[in-house]
């Protein structure tokens, strides 16, 4: 075992935010997210400005967090980064820096697979000391903006999808149809937002009909389209008047939809440690949900920040690369479309 305490440094930027922490053996220090507000006004990511914020932000990103940790650079062991899934353009930018940052300060370098980071987020140790850590083997919901899945982790490393979306992630789900009904972007908070304020059994949508544990939203969204073209024919001001309503409604439909599968994969498997993950994982509907099966099952919700995308995540897997000599060469190239 490598000499104690180890400082790394984990970059992330596979999508919209720019994200750099430090963790003290598997103990965060810091967690700092730039969030990038230039896609509002297009309503969505839009990949070429994306790679161009995080070309801005990263350098202070980085600074900030090594500043709150509170150590040196050079004290830093490892700098462990994103690779992939996400978009190529903001990929590049973090295994760039990383890439000069582990040759700059001649320490490892550690590629990490994004939604692995989603997952093993549960593994983060507070400042006070504090964790809520699954036992092995457990199963994750990992539900984001890119993805929706069932994984069967058996160790750090060892993790199998067990189904998953076969077209629209859940987080697109969501996104989606707040475009429909006009909410700015991001549109999933938003919507739970709204959605706390409706009648969830207001309005009924189908569900659609998938094999195995997979997923299906392309047919939600079409039918949320198509109900609300009918009802705006009849009534144009209906969206305004039954907003909270209709939000209420879909995310009830997506919450269901995702646990009639995470029941059945429950049930095949036998498993009974039960986690979420991803920017999803943040709606206040889905971890109600969840955490009402604590009295089967044992129940593991990230904390809000641990949610979405940050770099606290990548550094933790990194961490447990890191322990096991599992480190990257210098030619590595990000991978967009990265499997678990
Ligand atoms: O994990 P994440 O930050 O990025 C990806 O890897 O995709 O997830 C972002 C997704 C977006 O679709 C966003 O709308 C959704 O997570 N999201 C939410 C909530 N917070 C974030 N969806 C529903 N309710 C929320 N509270
Ligand atoms: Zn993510």
């Given at each position: 075992m490598p000499q104690s305490p180890i400082f790394i440094l984990g970059i992330e930027s596979s999508c919209d935010d720019t994200s750099a922490a430090i963790i003290k053996d598997g103990k965060i220090l810091a967690n700092v997210v730039a969030n990038q507000d230039v896609h509002k006004a297009y309503g969505g990511v839009v990949p070429e400005l994306?790679?161009?914020?995080?070309?801005?932000?990263?350098?202070?990103?980085?600074?900030?967090a090594i500043k709150q940790s509170g150590i040196n650079k050079e004290?830093?062991?490892?700098?462990?980064?994103?690779?992939?899934?996400?978009?190529?353009?903001?990929?590049?930018?973090g295994s760039s820096f990383a890439k000069a940052f582990s040759l700059g300060m001649d320490i490892p370098l550690i590629e990490v697979n994004h939604m692995q980071g989603h997952i093993l987020a549960h593994f983060i140790e507070e400042k006070d000391g504090s964790k809520n850590q699954p036992n092995f083997p457990f199963l994750c919901l990992t539900v984001s903006g890119g993805h929706t899945q069932i994984v069967k982790i058996?160790?750090?490393?060892?993790?199998?999808?067990?189904?998953?979306?076969?077209?629209?992630?859940?987080?697109?789900?969501?996104?989606?149809?707040?475009?429909m009904l006009e909410l700015p972007y991001p549109g999933g908070p938003i919507?739970?937002?709204?959605?706390?304020?409706?009648?969830?059994?207001?309005f009924e949508f189908t569900h659609p009909k998938v094999p195995g544990l997979n997923y299906s939203f392309s047919g939600l969204?079409?039918?949320?389209?198509?109900?609300?073209?009918?009802?705006?024919?009849?009534?144009?001001?209906?969206?305004?008047?039954?907003?909270?309503?209709?939000c209420a409604s879909v995310q009830k439909t997506i919450i269901d939809i995702l646990f009639i599968e995470l029941k059945k994969a429950i049930k095949e498997t036998g498993i009974n440690e039960i986690a979420i993950a991803g920017g999803v994982s943040a709606n206040s509907e889905l971890r109600k949900r969840l955490a009402s099966f604590?009295?089967?099952?044992?129940?593991?919700?990230?904390?809000?920040?641990?949610?979405?995308?940050?770099?606290?995540?990548?550094?933790?897997?990194?961490?447990?690369?890191?322990?096991?000599?599992?480190?990257?060469?210098?030619?590595?190239a990000p991978n967009a479309r990265m499997k678990v």
């Open positions: 994306a790679s161009r914020a995080h070309q801005q932000n990263i350098i202070p990103v980085v600074d900030e004290e830093i062991a490892a700098v462990a980064f994103t690779n992939g899934p996400g978009l190529l353009g903001s990929l590049l930018v058996t160790n750090y490393f060892e993790m199998e999808v067990l189904g998953e979306t076969i077209d629209d992630a859940a987080g697109e789900a969501f996104d989606k149809v707040a475009k919507l739970d937002r709204k959605a706390q304020l409706g009648n969830p059994n207001k969204k079409t039918s949320v389209l198509y109900f609300l073209k009918a009802e705006l024919k009849k009534n144009e001001n209906f969206i305004k008047e039954n907003i909270n309503d209709i604590s009295k089967d099952y044992n129940i593991y919700i990230p904390k809000f920040e641990y949610c979405t995308d940050n770099a606290a995540m990548i550094a933790i897997t990194g961490y447990y690369k890191f322990l096991q000599n599992d480190f990257t060469e210098q030619d590595v």
